[in-house]
């Protein structure tokens, strides 16, 4: 069982410079969630989908953009890479229905911006 | 925004010892969830609570979903070293889409 598969897991970027975080389901579910989460703190909400063709922003969206043509597939691009966005990423899933029990992370892509 | 303050940061204990954190809000919260997270990994979830009031136990863990909707506790009893991890607690936002706020976490380090 696959799960939320996140590629790549490690990247070194330059500032100013543009990458796409990819994100994948297997499991047919309608939500899906982009996090960061910084050095020592929780997780923040940058974009959230409900189903392909809807997004919307979280908490955190400035810098990032995300699209949803397919169920399974929702990446994350940052177009201008700053220092401020060295993180941690994590995509997450959870289906329609059956409660909050079915959220289920991706293990992560960490980000170093310089 | 929304925000739960989680408490200790960080808890250094000798194995066997029980553990206690917890989580609080200024803002109501209809589900409560605890998360473990091992370095390298995405958290996976511990136990989810629904309802104020509710206790609920996984093993050895034991959750509560305060009476006002605005704090959490999460018991860990006789630690063993594979319960090294942070933990966070997470609150589903009242609006639609399932949305969780986060704690910042409780950093466990158990000497055996």
């Known amino acids: 069982n696959a799960g939320v598969t996140q590629t790549p897991k490690f990247r070194i970027l330059k500032i100013g410079q543009s990458m796409t975080l990819q994100c994948t389901q297997d499991?047919?579910?309608?939500?899906m969630y982009w996090y960061r989460q910084d050095p020592g703190m929780g997780l923040k909400l940058i974009y959230y989908?409900?189903?392909?063709?809807?997004?919307d922003k979280g908490e955190v969206p400035n810098g990032y953009n995300v699209s949803r043509s397919t169920t399974e597939d929702f990446p994350l691009r940052l177009e201008l890479a700053a220092p401020s966005q060295t993180s941690v990423y994590f995509c997450?899933?959870?289906?329609?229905?059956?409660?909050?029990?079915?959220?289920?992370f991706g293990s992560g892509t960490r980000l170093t911006v310089v | 925004g929304q925000q739960l303050n989680q408490s200790p940061q960080s808890m250094f204990i000798q194995e066997g010892e029980d553990v206690s954190m917890n989580c609080t809000s200024s803002?109501?919260?209809?589900?409560w969830l605890w998360y473990k997270q091992e370095p390298g990994e995405g958290p996976v979830l511990l136990i989810a609570l629904y309802k104020a009031g509710e206790l609920t136990s996984n093993g050895r863990l034991t959750a509560q979903f305060g009476i006002t909707r605005k704090d959490s506790f999460l018991n860990i009893s006789a630690s063993i070293p594979s319960d090294v991890g942070i933990y966070f607690c997470a609150g589903r936002v009242p609006q639609g889409a399932q949305k969780l706020v986060f704690g910042q976490g409780t950093r466990l380090t158990i000497n055996p």
């Open positions: 803002s109501i919260f209809n589900t």
């Open positions: 989908s409900v189903g392909a063709g809807i997004t």
């Open positions: 499991m047919n579910h309608n939500y």
């Open positions: 997450a899933s959870r289906p329609g229905v059956g409660g909050l029990s079915g959220y289920t």
